[in-house]
């Protein structure tokens, strides 16, 4: 095999990927070390910080809820308010609300996990947009459009820097003129901060089998639209969250609702991928969810604006694989750092970056980057209000096997029980073996081919879009002539067999229209729209072969959010 030359850049630490995780952890350290350089005339020197982030710029991959709490974040800048973080509002109005199909009922009070009082609405995006220039001005490297493709390890499996992804590869594999090696980037330390399944934390956790005896991470999907309402009628802080339709009991979730200035709604759902019926399609329970009478009249002579959709990881503290390790650290998502019962990551991911900052600058200090050095990580987040908030939770998302109504009353024992619940510590599946097969659902085809598409109401491009209208509405592209990065491990078993026992669920999963069974001549095969992707991850999740690798496409490809 022909040798390729890359070009070399050595740096003391590396982050992966610029979300709230990463930036927090390379400020923080960036703080610590230039405050010790101060008070030490023999001080650490020269430190160099990068942080590599797939998307366009950063920020444009940037998607969440949100309501934060700001704790962390004002640790970090203490004058977010005067610097002018564009935050949307202090919470000021929020209610919880059960959905029946033409009925709502708004609880009479607000439940311990879900109250917001003295948190904040903002959008994740425009956060974290103006977030970036003052890590950069702090002297932290901020390198947009470069894709971490593959981890570098030693001779011993030590992490020692990230491959970053070719440019100028042909659809069919080939080196166009254009062709451009990723560089290899070398560093003391690596930090995984790819967010929820991160593509090169998935091959490490394998690879170092890191997640042995911890349960395994169950996600769930959350797909989103802003929307510009007639003027007045959005309340900025407004806050709801609502549970059942059009959620059936067996299938976790429920959805937001924010009020955000300017006369923007921000409006959601979050769907659980651990789903037993193949034919789950999270976009078109979020155009039902639309049309439920409450949320008509809310959205009423208003104007789609923004779409976009992400995976997020509900196992918590007990999913949480060995975050450190020889040269590497895991933060935020990545290590399963997210409060499922209170959906919420920001300051979470935040905490655990920052974390990590102290234990690399420690580790700067004593000249060391082993395991027994970074275990250090796990001693701190242990002593933290992070352990305790998440040791709250840790059974919260298991408390839902046997669906919502028995999740909520399990989920009050385990308020009253400080986690325990009724039965200890729950066990959890991977949720792709969750699904079952179309016969269990009397689901067969009425002849190869003809399935459930007949069943989906037909969107109005009104209150609600098919999957196409809104990924035009992410500013998703991707370079046409490029390899997909949805890569079908073995194409075959798609039409051999998942046709008949799963009917492709990919058709339906998948919140960007990115899969297709198309008819050829002499038979049927999967077509990937691959520059559709919104980079949620959701098909290398729950697809039930598990036979779909989603790696990182040529950097600055995929959705360019915007207030999301
Ligand atoms: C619909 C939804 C609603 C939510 N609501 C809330 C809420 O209300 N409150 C709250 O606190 N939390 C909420 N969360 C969770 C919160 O958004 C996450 O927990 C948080 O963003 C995690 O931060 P992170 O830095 O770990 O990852 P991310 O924010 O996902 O950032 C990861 C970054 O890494 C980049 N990246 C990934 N892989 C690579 C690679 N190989 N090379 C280079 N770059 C890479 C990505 O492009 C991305 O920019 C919500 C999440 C979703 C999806």
Redesign the pocket.
């Known amino acids: 095999m022909e040798q390729i030359e890359r070009d070399t850049l050595e740096v003391d630490v590396l982050f992966?990927?610029?979300?709230?995780?990463?930036l927090a952890g390379a400020y923080h350290l960036r703080k610590l070390i230039d405050r010790y350089n101060a008070d030490h005339s023999d001080g650490l020197g020269e430190i160099s910080i990068a942080v590599?982030?797939?998307?366009r710029e950063v920020g444009s991959?940037?998607?969440?809820?949100?309501?934060?709490?700001m704790g962390p974040f004002s640790e970090l800048l203490p004058d977010w308010k005067e610097r002018g973080a564009p935050v949307e509002a202090e919470v000021a109005d929020e209610e919880v609300a059960y959905l029946t199909r033409r009925s709502k009922f708004r609880l009479p009070i607000v439940p311990p996990p879900l109250r917001n009082h003295g948190k904040y609405v903002v959008s994740?995006n425009r956060l974290i947009r103006w977030f970036a220039p003052i890590v950069e001005a702090a002297d932290v490297m901020l390198l947009p459009e470069?894709?971490?493709a593959e981890l570098l390890y030693d001779e011993s499996d030590r992490v020692i820097g990230v491959r970053t992804g070719d440019k100028g590869v042909g659809r069919d594999g080939e080196r166009r003129e254009t062709f451009q090696p990723g560089a290899d980037i070398f560093a003391k330390v690596t930090v995984l901060?790819?967010?929820?399944r991160?593509?090169?934390a998935k091959k490490h956790i394998s690879r170092l089998k890191l997640d042995e005896g911890r349960n395994p991470q169950v996600y769930a999907i959350?797909v989103?639209e802003i929307w510009e309402l007639p003027k007045g009628r959005v309340k900025p802080g407004f806050v709801m969250h609502t549970l059942g339709y059009p959620l059936p009991n067996n299938i976790f979730g429920g959805s937001?609702v924010y009020g955000m200035q300017n006369d923007l709604l921000d409006i959601?759902l979050?769907v659980g991928l651990d789903y037993a019926d193949p034919f789950t399609d999270p976009h078109q329970l979020f155009n039902r969810f639309k049309q439920h009478p409450a949320i008509a009249a809310l959205l009423e002579g208003g104007r789609m604006l923004h779409y976009g959709a992400?995976?997020?990881p509900e196992g918590g503290l007990l999913s949480q694989p060995k975050y450190h390790g020889d040269g590497f650290l895991m933060?935020?998502?990545?290590a399963s750092f997210?409060n499922s019962q209170k959906?919420?990551?920001?300051?979470?991911?935040m905490q655990s970056g920052m974390l990590a900052g102290e234990t690399i600058f420690e580790a700067l200090l004593a000249g060391r980057f082993d395991d027994s050095q970074l275990s250090r990580f796990a001693a701190k987040v242990k002593a933290s209000p992070l352990h305790r908030e998440l040791y709250e939770v840790r059974n919260s998302h298991q408390g839902f096997r046997h669906g919502r109504l028995w999740g909520l009353f399990e989920n009050g024992i385990q308020f009253a029980t400080r986690g325990m619940g009724l039965l200890g510590d729950l066990e959890t599946e991977p949720g792709h073996e969750k699904m079952r097969k179309l016969h269990v659902f009397n689901r067969l085809p009425r002849r190869q081919g003809e399935y459930i598409q007949a069943d989906q109401p037909r969107p109005d491009n009104r209150l609600t879009f098919d999957k196409v209208s809104d990924v035009y509405r992410s500013g998703t592209e991707h370079g046409e002539d490029q390899p997909p990065h949805l890569k079908i491990i073995d194409p075959d078993i798609c039409i051999d067999r998942c046709t008949t026992e799963y009917g492709n669920p990919c058709q339906y999963f998948c919140p960007a229209a990115v899969y297709e069974i198309e008819e050829v001549e002499g038979g049927r095969r999967p077509k990937i729209n691959f520059s559709n992707c919104v980079?949620c991850k959701t098909c290398d999740i729950i697809d039930p072969y598990q036979i779909i690798d989603w790696v990182?496409p040529e950097g600055g490809g995929g959705p360019d959010y915007i207030n999301l």
């Open positions: 992966v990927g610029a979300g709230p995780a990463s590599i982030e797939k998307g991959h940037t998607i969440s809820g949100a309501v934060m709490d994740l470069f894709p971490g901060g790819e967010g929820s991160g593509s090169l959350g989103k937001f959601g979050v992400k995976s997020l933060i935020g998502d990545s997210l959906l919420k990551g920001i300051h979470t991911a980079h990182t």
